[in-house]
């Protein structure tokens, strides 16, 4: 996206909260708001919320505020949400079929196309519009879909070796929920880790710092 | 938790992954390690490791590395692992299932007592060691068992409401999952939100970014 280089990763990071809450704001039938408005929403200051939006260009004019739908659809453009990325999800327990039900992938840029686990009494099972295969179907798979992301909801272990054999079926990002750092030695690859744990032993000390 | 007073945020949001790797290599029976061997497992510099740990007294010798078993027990304290709060858990979909199902809430300071949920079909089905109560039964529960964390498994409107209840029941953290920020008018309120819809954003505009 050569348009958007230079803005920082952390502005980047920030997007996905503004257009949760600019989603909001349209199902709302609210189409206008202004920056003050929006960071008392947000929690934010309305100069960061400025200084944030500005990167892009600037949708605000002084007076209006920001038009609520034309900033969301821009946001989304950013984010490549209007794609549909063919994904895939290693690891049908609990944790991974309830991201595959809970989650509306098509609504964040991924579309959910195949399920996998090793464990042959899960196999055949539906879920939702899918059912889950046999993993050892997997590279034949990828050989016929090539599918471009991968959602890991596997045990530690088993997570290094998958991955690697993912890449080289053409997977290009991981979503994963293992517990292993997946630092890729691959600088083509995105990943984005997502630690429950990590956020849980973090409530611990803020839970015990007011109990103290 | 005045012993730490000064510690930045930025600094305790990295202890659980330090902890994490510590697990692992106390798992693996590694009970020594140089700064430099756990910043290349890490991905961190050494003098970022050094940095950090130091704000806690220092638990490196020079020539000898890290303690791992008291460097583990003493993050631990830090975070408050060894405690058991008492959670329950709001809202028995697929998301809260999994999470009952698959975390070991045990090992990072709470202990899981509830599961309450407003869909009558569920109420009485066993999950783990609980079985699945009426939200009705909420206000009593609190009055006599006193929990101290909620899970928010919740869809977004009924967040709000029911984290009103619950600070009002004692609740002092929320794990919250709900698509709503809590940004709660109560200083002396934990809250670690978990927004996996923003993580998945994220890493879409990551592929996008490779994938253009």
Not at 41 to 61: E, V, W
Not at 120 to 136: A, F, M, Q, W
Request: glycine residues 8%; charged residues 20%.
């Amino acid at each position: 996206m050569p348009r958007y280089e230079g803005v920082s990763p952390s502005v980047i990071r920030r997007l996905p909260r503004y257009y949760r809450f600019l989603e909001d704001l349209q199902r709302r039938d609210v189409h206008r708001i202004s920056s003050r408005e929006l960071s008392s929403l947000m929690n934010l200051t309305a100069s960061q919320i400025r200084q944030d939006l500005n990167c892009f260009g600037g949708f605000g004019q002084q007076g209006y505020g920001y038009n609520v739908d034309a900033l969301l659809s821009e946001i989304g453009n950013i984010l490549g949400l209007s794609r549909e990325y063919r994904s895939i999800l290693i690891g049908a327990g609990n944790l991974g079929l309830a991201i595959a039900k809970h989650m509306s992938f098509e609504s964040k840029g991924f579309n959910l196309i195949g399920i996998f686990d090793k464990n042959k009494e899960l196999v055949g099972t539906p879920v939702r519009h899918l059912v889950i295969s046999d993993i050892n179907r997997l590279e034949n798979f990828c050989k016929t879909f090539s599918p471009q992301a991968a959602i890991l909801c596997i045990p530690k272990p088993a997570a290094q070796e998958i991955a690697d054999k993912l890449i080289h079926l053409g997977i290009k990002g991981f979503w994963n929920f293992s517990h292993y750092d997946l630092t890729m030695d691959y600088p083509d690859i995105a990943v984005e880790n997502v630690h429950l744990g990590d956020s849980l032993m973090t409530l611990c000390y803020q839970v015990s710092e007011i109990l103290e």
